[in-house]
Every structure is written in C-alpha cells, then in structure tokens.
C-alpha cells in the first residue's frame, strides 16, 4: 500500500470546486466551481505549480466542463447542456425534459460528466436535496442527439473509460457505489454492470465521488467526506491512498506536459463553521506525484447547434 501526502495549490478556493481535467490542445487545466456557477483555468509548470489564467462567469450552476474540438468548450450547467465559446461566452444548446427547477422546490441540476475516445458527452444529474432516484445520465451522440443512458440515480458523479475502452466506470454518491460497465466504443452504448466498489458498510471511509483512469487501467476516486483520493485495480483491490487536509474531495486528473501531476479538487460545501476554520484549505485544489501518468480529457467531437433529445 503507497500513501501519499497531497499538497496544496496557491490559486484561489472555489466555493464547491468540481471536476478537473486536462485540456492536452491547449495545455490547460480546466475545473469548475459548481454553486457559484464558474469555469475555471490554469497552466501547470514543470514544477507542477498551477498559475491561473482565466475565470469565465457561466451563472446558475456548472457541473462539469469538457474541451470541445469545435473551439471553446462543452458544459453541463443548470438543467442541460451550454457551449462556453473561446471569447468566454455561454451558450445554452439544450435544456432537458424534467432536469431543473430550484433548490428549494425538489429541482435538478446537471453534474459531473466526461467524453469517450469517440467524442461523445456523458453527464449526469442530481436533485438539489440529493432526492434517492431523481438523477439520470445523459449521452450527447456526435449527431446532436441527446438521449438517457440511465435513469433512477441519486447522485450521478464520476466517470471514466478503461485504456483499452471496453469498461465505463461510473459512481453514485447517494448510492455510495461505483459501477464498472462493459461498454461498446463504436455506438457508446452501456453492458453487463457490475459493482467494483462499494462504501455503504463503511460510512467513515467517505463516498466516491468524482473519479479518473490512469494509464495502467486504474481507477482513482475522491472519496466525498473522506479526505483522500484512493487507487484502485480494476478488481477493486486498494493500491494507493492519497491523504488531503480537507474533508470533502471532489475529483482529480492527471494534468502537466507528462500527464503525470494528479490534480485533485475540494469543496468548502457542507461544512460548519467550525470545520471551516480547522480546514483552511477547503477548496483550493491539491497535488500529488504517484508515479503513474493518466490520459488527458478526450474533446467533444459533436456539433455546437442544433442538439435535440432523440
């Protein structure tokens, strides 16, 4: 077992920072803050310090950002799908039948997502309030289609594709699980699922939450109220454990020119008061060598108009 020690970044905290991933065209880090409905971007240097470069105001809320091979990038934000153009200006492509509403009157809100090799868009959904079975997962197909992958989630969350793109990887925070599917890369559909990970005996350890694959086929999950991103085999034997000052880990990726710095996101959300102040660092993003590179995000391939649900 390797234990590592994650080591803070000196940009900015975000209010409930989400979902990095690494833009490779552009050598760029892309992360959102989800509550306060923002697009975050930095460079990573040699020395695997992050410099910020830019901060794009979407509004509402942003579950996850992707880069788009069309130019700019695609997000999940509010109730659907918002192409963020290079100039830094959102633009809804598609609201979803059923998704939004507030927060306050059972509404819905897009969150974490990711592309396959192909290029297609997979995000999901999440009640405000964490509703059991009112998330779903969504595919964005490289026609503009728009269709529902699976219905009946609580917290859809992390996803990530194996190297050789035959499994899809999936986690449900309320269901505290992650699913390993077979998974066909020429028409993106989801197989046989199984559950390669499952929190729900052992509340003290955390849930998954957002999650990546790196270059040998394993799987790392931020462990949401765990303060630790975990390496897991695809048999779901523990491998490494990575150790962060803050409780609540939302995802990580694997960013830099080698692909081999692990970035791993915080939230301050959900915390008292009282844990604020012992968790200064609640937010910020955090940084770990473990010795092993990852892929970089695959773009979205599909058109920038004209999506429609199938």
């Not at 309320?174 to 077979?182: K, P, Q, S, T």
């Not at 790196?214 to 390496?231: F, N, Q």
């Amino acid at each position: 077992m390797i234990h590592l020690q994650a080591t803070a970044a000196a940009l900015p905290p975000a209010t409930h920072g989400e979902g990095p991933v690494w833009d490779a065209d552009r050598q760029e880090l892309l992360w959102v803050d989800i509550t306060a409905g923002r697009v975050r971007r930095a460079t990573v240097g040699a020395d695997g310090v992050l410099a910020g470069v830019a901060v794009h105001e979407v509004g509402g809320t942003v579950g996850v950002v992707v880069p788009a091979a069309g130019g700019g990038w695609l997000l999940g934000a509010g109730p659907g799908i918002t192409h963020l153009t290079a100039d830094g200006e959102p633009r809804v492509l598609l609201e979803l039948p059923g998704e939004g509403g507030s927060a306050d009157a059972g509404g819905t809100r897009m969150n974490d997502g990711a592309c396959d090799r192909a290029g297609r868009f997979f995000t999901g959904t999440m009640a405000f309030d964490e509703q059991p079975g009112a998330g779903a997962l969504y595919r964005v197909d490289l026609d503009g289609a728009v269709s529902t992958v699976l219905d009946g989630l609580t917290v859809s969350n992390g996803i990530g594709f194996s190297p050789d793109d035959r499994t899809v990887y999936l986690s449900d925070s309320g269901a505290a699980v992650v699913w390993a599917f077979d998974y066909d890369l020429a028409t993106g559909v989801f197989g046989q699922r199984r559950v390669l990970l499952d929190f729900s005996d052992d509340p003290a350890s955390g849930v998954a939450d957002g999650l990546t694959v790196d270059d040998e086929g394993c799987l790392w999950t931020a462990l949401w109220s765990g303060a630790a991103v975990r390496r897991y085999s695809p048999d779901g034997e523990l491998l490494a454990v990575v150790e962060v000052p803050t409780d609540n880990t939302t995802s990580c990726a694997f960013a830099g020119a080698g692909r081999d710095l692990l970035v791993i996101s915080t939230s301050q959300h959900g915390l008292s008061d009282e844990q604020r102040a012992a968790q200064p660092d609640a937010g910020r993003l955090f940084t770990a060598r473990p010795g092993v590179p990852g892929a970089a995000a695959n773009p979205y391939r599909g058109p920038l108009t004209g999506l429609h649900v199938r």
